[in-house]
């Protein structure tokens, strides 16, 4: 190979690369307000031009080994990909009540238009993501998508979530097991077991919630009776009472609701990351704490209530900084000949192979 | 220097990391301008890498400060993180436009301008904008969609909630009589509008209308009323009201349009913020506009 003299990469290592995030809120803020302000003055449409400066933004601060990710869609793709989508369903929702025959057939349509449309965006998703000059794959099918983001999901409601961690194991394989870096492929296998001893921990501080209002509905058990045996006489004060033990018992399902699928969430990407090989030979980590992440994102949701909004472009930026730094890759043998394997066998996806339509529901 | 190609006229741009085509291989570089363009060489032995004039290079727009791709016909590339640089050689160049959403963006005082304008129009959005939105879809709804949507609603509920009635014929006789006499004074007729008696069960003491001119009353509110059909009536020309305004309706694209543009905003506000503004439109929403526009049909009866 001509190229002898690459940029300095690390020799060998038995350490694990972490990534990192270089932006700041500061520097966010102002790509934040002018996306915003841009998006309304043209009545959304800008919105498709906004996704792209703030995926370049995030994805170009996320940096391995000193190089950062690259983001390189244009506003024009994604902004012809909704048109696409919007469309559909206008149609669909025009004919669903004009036509409601039509619109059953439509709704069968709708079924595999779904796992259609995530496959496609998942799709698109990778190869404009590039790194090292290489860009990602992703060859997942429809059947895939039907499974993992379809059936998954509402076999998971209609079990009451206990079906959640098989959903969560199907979306993980999909996706990791289709994932390509040039024409290498990453590999995921989640265990069913250790999904469930997370999903153990969430279901526990569900149960603590219920538990919570069970009490106070037992401590008014008496008043309660009372109300039940006769409507008519809650004299007015009580009535007051009523509501607040109804809006905590609402604000108590929230939260621990909210918590558990903090938790769950955290849990299951490092199991499913922790479990991913990159070309059979190159593990991925996810080290999240499960509490730092709920912390996190609390915490940053507060924030940015009381700020009305003015403080997200930092809670965004504290996010990326606490996942990156969390997400992490160890090379077994010396990088600089990962990288040059990676590049004997070309990029198997250039810009020619590019939908001019870019479906970004991916994620 | 280098005397291959670093010629009178030629000055060093930036340095930075060169890829050749699809490689993951990167060589430590500089960027040069000559006369006839841009040139990318070897720092360490001056070997030119790759060449184009300036208008067949891409450059990659300035985003904060992440790193530049410089883009050559070959499909090599130039990467570098001196972003200043870049900026300088482009207004040389005379592409001045490229660089304009990202002077709006910089870290400065007129960004404080920029906040205010954003609270401002999304606040006249939503105010002026949206209910406009609202009027031209409501008029471009043809008659079939609330006819179509109030059937539907009224089979669910049937199916779910509501049992057929259990007031005697001579009570719902009355209060149909009553009804009759208010729905004529409405612009639609009496021909617009059809009564229903249903058990309220769920939904409990009761009464509601669908966009078509579908009304129900549980027998639940005629108990509560206690004999008092003036009440009944009142409440059925409250009902007449929220048909002859088109209420349901607006409402439903109300709260899809205010949904549309959380959506649109998505990526900015974060998911967590967006189930709470969606939840909330949906939430405070409804019984807010619908007391605080009393129809007016209900005056008369008063």
Redesign the interface.
Known sequence: ?A?T???PLPAASETWHRLSFT?SG????????????????T??IY?AW??V??N??F???TVLLGR?F?YHAKGMQIFIGRIIVFAYLIIYNVLL??V?LVGIGMAVLILFFIPWLVMRGLRFSARVTS????RFNFVGGVGGAFLAFLVGPILAALTLGILAPLASRWMYRYIGNNMRY?TKAFTTNPGLGAIYKTWFLSALIILLGLLIIGFVLFINMSVLFAVIDNPQAIPPELHAALITMGVIGYLVVLVSFGIAALVYRAGVRNIAWSSSVFDGAHPLKSDLSRAGYVWI?IS??IV??LT???M?PW??VRMARYVNTHTAVRFSGDVGEV??V??KD??AV?AEFMSYEGFDFGF | MKASILAFDSRIIAEGEWHPANSSLSVVARLIETSTGLVVERVSTGEPLASGSQRAIEISSRVGSIPRRVHFSDASLFETTDNEAIDRLLSRSGRRGTGFVHGLERFHPRLIALVVATFLLAGLVYRYALPVLVEVAVAVTPPVVPKIMSVSTLETMDRTMLSPSRLDAAKQREISEGFARIAALSTRGLAGYSLNFREGGAIGPNAFALPDGTLVLTDELVKLADGDDEMIIGVLAHEIGHVELEHSLRQIYRAAGTAGLIMMLAGDVGSSMEDLLVQGAGFWRCPIRARRKPPPIAIPWN
């Open positions: 190979m190229v003299e690459s940029a932006g500061k520097e966010y803020f102002g790509i934040w307000i002018v996306n915003i302000l841009l998006t309304i003055i009545v959304g919105s906004a996704k400066r703030r370049r933004y994805y170009g601060n950062a690259e009540t004009v409601p790194y090292r000059n290489v040039g994102t940053n949701l940015t209530l009305l909004g003015l997200r809670a965004a990288f040059a990676a590049e070309g990029s250039g």
